[in-house]
Every structure is written in structure tokens, then in C-alpha cells.
């Protein structure tokens, strides 16, 4: 067993539960030993640090002040979470490379009895961990249940290549470590030019029109390479593409109906696990077809999905932000 230090972040525990749920169940068979660092606080996602720096650093310098006293013998902190991965990560580079930023984020961390040597831990993706420690060969040798006819479309999102602090990717643009994972899953990986390209973040929130547009253009590219699903590593990607798909297509007049989900659930699938035990059921844009296309009945929609049928909501207030809706939602007068 390989053992590491996981920061799972908030989404884990709200709208990203099918990665939570699938990295679950696919750990065990592929030799993966995580341990949850007790207490740990949100990483502050990505506003904070534009809002006020040395509270936003201390924030997260907190979590790898918490994983280094836990550490016991691992100094690997792995994070699902793409902006969780960031985040780490630049806070463990930036208070190493700036002394003084390290030493103001320490006073902080010192009012609660904590401190963080910069350094003195690794940040890495699970994605990464998957690819370079458990191996693909490894990985190819646990697969009972080939995902042979299934077409997908790689997508990192724009957080995990880059800056890479590090240098553990093959490239900042054009990565390669995903499409070679689902290959060895037996999938048929799709040349998706648009892996690293943003799916607007927290735009659906403040700019819905601007997100919409970005959130059409992975759409539509893998709509033309005839997709089956789209396999993404972060939560976020996950949540813009999946529950605003019915908006954007409602903007725009279009008619996409792509599922998407975790890369974990995918490797579940092909470790012959069961559908409901990697979280599908959840997702908003069903992926009952695409299950079909490798012989797996889905299970019935659990926190979410177009199988729950149309529901009314309450209009929202004037002010108030865009949310997504599920298709044939209809809004009260």
C-alpha cells in the first residue's frame, strides 16, 4: 500500500460527492492508502486571495501546518480537488520563494499554536499520484472490465497544468497523463483540443453570460468529436459543466446532453465496481446511456439528475445569482 496525507476539500463533502464516493471505492483495489488530515479548514477557494493575502495564505498554510504535524512518516499531501491542489501548492511555493510572506503567514499560524516550513511537504494532484506512483501498468492490470466502445473526452480544466510549480506535468497545455489513464482503462480517448481551457470558474455566478459561452465551447467540441461522456479532475469543472449545461443550452439554443463525471468513477467502472457505489446517479445530465454503451445498467438518480423530472422553484429575487436548473424546470409566475 502506498500511503498519503489527503486534503479532500469542501466539494467533496457537497457537489463533487461522486468523486468523493468513487475515489472511495477505487482506493482499496489500486493499493492507495489516504489518511484525512484531521481539522482541516477550506482552502479559500480562489477570491480570497484577491480579497486580503496574508489571512488568505494563512488559511491555507494552516491545512499544511496541520499535515506536517500529522505527517508520520509521508510528507505527500494528495488533493482531488483541483483548486485545492492549487492552492496548496502555491501557498507552500510563494512563502518559500518570499521570505517575508512565509514569516507574516507564521505569526498568523502561531496564534493557534501551528507553524509551516515551506517545503517541507509535497502537493500533489490525485491525478498525478495515479499516474507516476500507483503506475498505468499497475492500473491496466486491475481492469476486469475493459471500457471498450466508450468514447470519452479528456478534460484537466485550466488549474491543475499550470503554473506547475513543480514540473510533474508532460506539458502545460497539452498534457498527456489523463488521456494515457483512460487509455489503460481500455477507453476510446478522444483528441480533445480543449483540456486545459477554462469552464469559467465562478463565472456562472458574477458573468452567467461569459460563462455560458465557455462553457459552449467544451460542449460543442466534444459534441463534434461525439463524446460520450466527459472525464474531468476537478470538482468544479464538474459542477459548471454538468449543472449549467441546461442553461448554457437554453442561452444558446443548442441541445447538448453530455454526461459528465470524475476520472475515479471511470476507473471503478473498469475495476467492475458497482455504478451506485462510484456516485453515478448524482450527476444532472444522466450518464444512463453512456453506461450502456459498456453493458452497466445505471442506478436511479440519487441527489440529482434529469431522471428526477421537472420541479417548481420559486422565482428568484431581482438581485440574486443565476442557478442552475434541471431540464423541463419550469419557474413560477
Not at 118 to 142: C, F, N, Q, T
Not at 314 to 330: A, F, V
Request: charged share 20%.
Amino acid at each position: 500500500m502506498s500511503g498519503y496525507l489527503l486534503y479532500p476539500g469542501c466539494s467533496m463533502e457537497t457537489s463533487a460527492k461522486a468523486y468523493h464516493e468513487s475515489l472511495t471505492a477505487v482506493a482499496g483495489p489500486l493499493g492507495l492508502e489516504l489518511t484525512e488530515i484531521e481539522d482541516w479548514n477550506c482552502c479559500g477557494a480562489t477570491e480570497y486571495l484577491g480579497i486580503n493575502l496574508i489571512p488568505a495564505y494563512a488559511l491555507i498554510g494552516r491545512n499544511l501546518a496541520l499535515a506536517a504535524r500529522q505527517a508520520n512518516g509521508t510528507r505527500t499531501v494528495v488533493a482531488p480537488c483541483s483548486a485545492c491542489y492549487l492552492n496548496l501548492a502555491k501557498a507552500d511555493h510563494y512563502m518559500e520563494e518570499r521570505p517575508v510572506l512565509g514569516e507574516r503567514v507564521n505569526e498568523a499560524l502561531a496564534a493557534g499554536g501551528l507553524d509551516y516550513t515551506p517545503g517541507s511537504l509535497e502537493i500533489r494532484h490525485l491525478l498525478d499520484v495515479l499516474v507516476y506512483d500507483i503506475g498505468l501498468d499497475a492500473l491496466r492490470s486491475k481492469v476486469s472490465r475493459p471500457l471498450t466502445g466508450l468514447r470519452v473526452a479528456p478534460y484537466l480544466g485550466c488549474m491543475v497544468p499550470r503554473p506547475d510549480y513543480k514540473k510533474r506535468w508532460s506539458d502545460h497545455e497539452h498534457p498527456t497523463e489523463l488521456d494515457r489513464l483512460l487509455e489503460a482503462l481500455g477507453a476510446e480517448v478522444l483528441d480533445f483540443p480543449l483540456k486545459t481551457h477554462c469552464c469559467g470558474g465562478h463565472m456562472t455566478q458574477i458573468g452567467p453570460e461569459t460563462a455560458y459561452e465557455l462553457i459552449r465551447r467544451l460542449l460543442q467540441e466534444a459534441d463534434q468529436y461525439h463524446a460520450d461522456v466527459i472525464a474531468t479532475v476537478c470538482p468544479m469543472c464538474q459542477l459548471n459543466l454538468d449543472a449549467y449545461q441546461h442553461a448554457t443550452n437554453r442561452h444558446f439554443h443548442t441541445s447538448f446532453e453530455i454526461p459528465i463525471v470524475f476520472f475515479t468513477q471511470l476507473i471503478g467502472l473498469a475495476l467492475e465496481i458497482e455504478p451506485k457505489l462510484l456516485g453515478f446517479g448524482r450527476e444532472i445530465v444522466s450518464a444512463r446511456r453512456a453506461l450502456g454503451r459498456i453493458g452497466v445498467e445505471a442506478p436511479p438518480a440519487q441527489d440529482a439528475g434529469a431522471a428526477r423530472g421537472p420541479r417548481r422553484r420559486r422565482p428568484k429575487k431581482p438581485e440574486g445569482l443565476p442557478m442552475p436548473t434541471m431540464p423541463g424546470q419550469e419557474v413560477e409566475p
